[in-house]
C-alpha cells in the first residue's frame, strides 16, 4: 500500500473501492506549473471544475490523459498532474484516437477552442466523433482568436469587428453543437464557466458516457471578447435567456419558470404557461433520431429564442477502439497470429545496393 503526499486515506468500502486504495483531492491534480492565463479568463474555472471533478471519476492519474492542440486552452496538460500531451494546431484529435487505440484503458481528454478545433482542426474534429472513440472533448468557446491577440474564429458572429476584420467578419458563425451532431456525435452538452457546479455536472456525464462525449463551454475572454455570453452566464440576465435541458421535462425557463417552448408547426416559439405545459416540447436526450437535438442546437441561432443548457444527445454505438479489437480478434482467428517477416518479404521485393 502506498501514500502519496497529499491524498488522504478512507475506509471507501460502501462505495465498492477496496480498503486502503487513496482517495485523491482537487489537488492531487493540481502540477507543480504556475498557471499562465490572463487575471479573469474563463479557463481558470474550467481548470478548476475539472480538477474538483476528476477525485470523483475514480480514475488513477497514470491512466488520465490530457491532450491539446495550440491555444490559450491548450496549455490545459501543464495544469493537471496527469499524462498530458501539448500537440500542434488542430491535431488533438488525431493523437487522441492514437492514444486511445494503443490503450483502451485509459481515460482519454482532448481540451481544445473554438479556433484549434472548428479551423484548421475541422476535418480532424469531425472525424473523431464520427468514429466514436470513448473519449471526451473539452472546446471552450470564446469566439475569438485569443492566443494570437484577437482575430475572429469560426464561432465568431457575422459582422464581428476585429483585428483581422476591421469592417466585420462577413462569414457565418459555425453552431458547434450543430457541426457535432451532423458528424454523428453520440454525446453533445453545452455548458459555461461561470456555473461551476452545471460544469461539474456535464463533465462527469461526459466521463460516464461510453463514446466519444462532447462539451461545449460558453467561456469568457475578458481581453479580446469581454461580456460575449454574459447574456447567458449572468445572474440579472441568464434566467430569460437560456432553458435548461432536463431529460423528461418540458422547456421552460425564465426567473419564475413562467415561460416555455413549443412548436408553431416547424418553428419554434416562446408561450407562456398560463394553461400548463402539455403543448410545450418536451425534452428527450437519449433519442436515437436526431431531430429533436438538432432543433434544440439551431435555436442559438435565433436571436428571439433562448439559448439551450445542457446534454442535447446520449445514445450508445459501439466505440470504434472495441470494434478494431474485435476485427483483429476475428482475422487473427481466420488467418492465425500472422507473421511481419513474412508479410514484409512476400510478393515483389527487391534489394537496393
Known sequence: MYKKAGTRMKNKKSSGIPLGVPTLTS?????????????????????????????????????????????????????????????????????????????????????????????????????LLRRNFDINVLLFNNRIYGLTKGQYSPTSEQGKDTKSSPFGSLESPFNPISLALAAGSTFAARSLDR???????????????????FIEIYQNCNEFNDEAFFLYTEKETKADNTVSLQHGEPLLFGKEREKGIRLN????????????????????????????????????????????????????????EDMMADQITSAKQQRGEGDLEALLNAGNTWVVE
Open 27 to 127: 489537488k492531487d491534480f493540481k502540477s507543480d506549473q504556475d498557471e499562465r492565463w490572463c487575471p479573469g479568463c474563463g479557463d481558470y474555472s474550467i481548470l478548476a471544475q475539472t480538477r474538483r471533478i476528476m477525485p470523483e471519476l475514480g480514475v488513477p492519474r497514470e491512466n488520465i490523459v490530457f491532450i491539446s492542440g495550440i491555444g490559450c486552452s491548450s496549455r490545459f496538460p501543464y495544469y493537471m498532474n496527469t499524462y498530458g500531451f501539448h500537440t500542434i494546431h488542430g491535431r488533438a484529435p488525431t493523437i487522441a484516437s492514437g492514444v486511445k487505440m494503443a490503450n483502451p484503458d485509459l481515460s482519454v481528454w482532448v481540451i481544445t477552442g473554438d479556433g484549434d478545433a472548428l479551423s484548421i482542426g475541422g476535418n480532424h474534429f469531425i472525424h
Open 195 to 213: 456555473d461551476p457546479e452545471h460544469l461539474r455536472s456535464i463533465i462527469k456525464a461526459a466521463f460516464e458516457h461510453k463514446g466519444t462525449s
Open 265 to 320: 408547426g416547424f418553428q419554434p416559439e416562446v408561450t407562456t404557461v398560463t394553461n400548463g405545459t402539455d403543448d410545450l416540447i418536451v425534452h428527450d436526450q437519449y433519442a436515437e433520431n436526431t431531430t429533436l437535438a438538432n432543433f434544440l442546437a439551431r435555436m442559438s441561432d435565433m436571436p428571439e429564442m433562448p439559448h439551450p443548457i445542457g446534454i442535447f444527445r446520449s445514445v450508445q454505438h459501439t466505440c470504434y
